[in-house]
């Protein structure tokens, strides 16, 4: 039976931010709709189209931020990052250099090239590399208490679990 890990949840709130973000080429379709040229049907039908546009990838952006989960389920920790899914054996993970760190203090894990992520104040979801090019496959909702678990091949996995200690005790609990 799959255990769940609560994800810590973002500091602020970066939905605010998205929709902000979302929010300036929405006004600018707007705009482009008001103060148009002359009574031309493209003059309204493409800023309404391009503002419904933006709302539909600000709502699925949305949905997508809120897909974040850590579970262990037999042997495997699942770990499922907006878009992101990465499965991982726990005997691949070197459970004895893992370790909860504050990324502030400790910047060589710190998420600093997007590979192929999903990256907000607040929230970095996906494959990234560190400052030294290190592979790091994130989901980093808290930067002040994030498990870090090097991969025996090379490479980590960084999570921000509610409690990213019981987490670890639990990877390295006999039966895992």
Not at 27 to 39: D, K, Q, S, W
Not at 66 to 93: C, F, K, M, Q, W
Not at 141 to 161: E, I
């Amino acid at each position: 039976m799959p255990k769940d890990f609560p994800v810590a949840e973002p500091p602020g709130n970066p939905r605010l931010l998205l929709a902000i973000l979302m929010g300036v080429p929405v006004l600018i379709a707007v705009a482009l709709m008001v103060f148009g040229v002359g009574n031309r049907p493209l003059s309204i039908i493409l800023p309404v189209m391009l503002a419904g546009l933006f709302v539909a990838i600000f709502f699925g952006l949305g949905h997508m931020m809120e897909r974040r989960s850590i579970a262990l389920d037999n042997g495997v920790l699942d770990i499922g990052a907006t878009l992101y899914r990465r499965r991982v054996p726990v005997h691949e993970i070197d459970l004895d250099k893992a370790r909860v760190v504050d990324l502030s203090e400790h910047v060589e894990w710190r998420p600093f090239v997007k590979t192929n992520g999903f990256s907000l104040p607040g929230l970095h979801a996906g494959w990234f590399r560190s400052r030294n090019l290190t592979s790091l496959f994130c989901l980093v909702t808290n930067r002040q208490r994030v498990l870090v678990l090097p991969l025996r091949a090379g490479g980590a996995v960084l999570l921000s679990a509610e409690k990213p200690t019981e987490l670890l005790n639990a990877l390295r609990s006999p039966g895992t």
